[in-house]
């Protein structure tokens, strides 16, 4: 452990911040994003806090502190997606949120994020292309899995009940909705493009949904209003995106090829893969193809293209290919398609996601450690 009696605010904070599970890696812009997001008062406070919840009278003691003086300044944090706060009954309890939580989610998901969320998105945007994400290169199962939108697969029989997005929904007993939070750290940043997709499409559920909304970084919604956001999303061409486990599953991104941060470790940094795939890959239909294109514009992986084929039957004599090995799965391209032509079949290999959070974390270590 690393010794937190000695040195800046700023550097005992990134210190500690690094033995999370998501370090943060050495970097011209990672300071200017820790001063940017946290004053030195809050670096010097959490330095030290636990990540696994503690009592206030536990905390209070650890920093030397009265309960009464501590509470405040933890609620604000948690208020700003860098504290985790849970009540049961009259027990609060506390922890300090990972580097992932504080820069890639929680303050993002405010519809008016703070003034100090807003100062930290420029030099993080340079963080996160400068080594922030080179923790999921290495990774073989990521954080989220595509899931194919409804009635995009052939024979919805088949589907699991961890694959279909409706039959998820309606196992959930509180649902809600935040800002995308990539979306929202390129709206708040002067240096990057800014994408027309809907912002408030970030649903989440349970434990964690709760969290949100006590803390005002989201609000909770009907099931039938998350359905409604779903297809809202598949309408824009949006890719469902589940997290990556079977069992207590807390979140359903709906992500764009320019701004989600799998898609960018994709596309930009060049991972050899974004989200983990689905179950499924879309086969097409030459002879009722009409190569409109569209479906080469939808897809968020390029997996997609039109060329010349002896069965087609439009005028150009062209018909959409799909490239196997880059389909994850997700039915964007099939959801709008006006002929019919595409349609997601399932693999004859499949996998299973991990079967809950625990076993997600044993496999990120087995890749990464």
């Known amino acids: 452990m690393p010794d937190l009696s000695v040195g800046q605010p700023y550097e005992k904070l990134i210190a500690w911040l690094r033995k999370a599970w998501w370090g943060l890696p050495d970097s011209e812009h990672l300071m200017p994003t820790i001063k940017a997001f946290f004053n030195p008062e809050e670096a010097e406070l959490l330095a030290g806090i636990p990540f696994s919840g503690r009592t206030l009278e536990e905390l209070a ?6 309960p009464a003086e501590l509470a405040p300044k933890l609620d604000a944090l948690a208020r700003r997606g860098a504290v985790w706060r849970s009540q049961k009954q009259d027990s609060i309890r506390y922890s300090l949120n990972d580097a992932f939580f504080v820069f890639m989610r929680g303050p993002y998901w405010a519809k008016d994020p703070d003034e100090a969320t807003k100062a930290a998105t420029r030099p993080f945007n340079k963080y996160f292309y400068d080594g922030f994400m080179d923790q999921f290169a290495k990774a ?3 954080g989220l ?23 998820f929904v309606d196992s959930q007993d509180y649902c809600t909705v935040s800002y995308c939070p990539c979306r929202q750290r390129k709206r708040l940043d002067p240096d990057s493009e800014v994408c027309d997709h809907p912002m408030e499409v970030c649903l989440h559920f349970g434990r964690l949904g709760h969290y949100i909304v006590e803390n005002g970084l989201g609000r909770e919604i009907t099931r039938e209003e998350t359905k409604e956001i779903l297809t809202l999303a598949a309408e824009s061409g949006l890719v469902h995106a589940i997290s990556n486990w079977q069992e207590g599953a807390d979140t359903i991104c709906n992500c764009c090829k320019c701004c989600c941060l799998f898609f960018e470790a994709y596309h930009v940094l060049k991972h050899t893969k974004s989200h983990d795939i689905s179950n499924y890959q879309v086969r097409t239909s030459q002879e009722t193809c009409k190569a409109c294109g569209l479906c080469v514009e939808r897809c968020p992986m390029g997996a997609l293209r039109l060329e010349d084929s002896p069965n087609a039957t439009n005028k150009k004599g062209k018909a959409a290919v799909v490239d196997i090995d880059k389909c994850i799965g997700c039915g964007v391209c099939a959801y709008k398609c006006p002929s019919g032509s595409l349609v997601l079949v399932r693999r004859e290999k499949t996998s299973e996601p991990p079967r809950d959070v625990r076993e997600w974390m044993e496999r990120w270590y087995s890749d990464t450690g």
Not at 61 to 66: I, N
Not at 149 to 167: C, F, G
């Open 61 to 66: 003691e650890m920093k030397g502190m009265a």
């Open 140 to 142: 073989h199962t990521k």
């Open 145 to 167: 899995r595509a899931i194919p939108i409804d009635r995009t697969v052939e024979d919805p029989r088949r589907v699991l009940p961890y694959e279909d997005v409706v039959k």
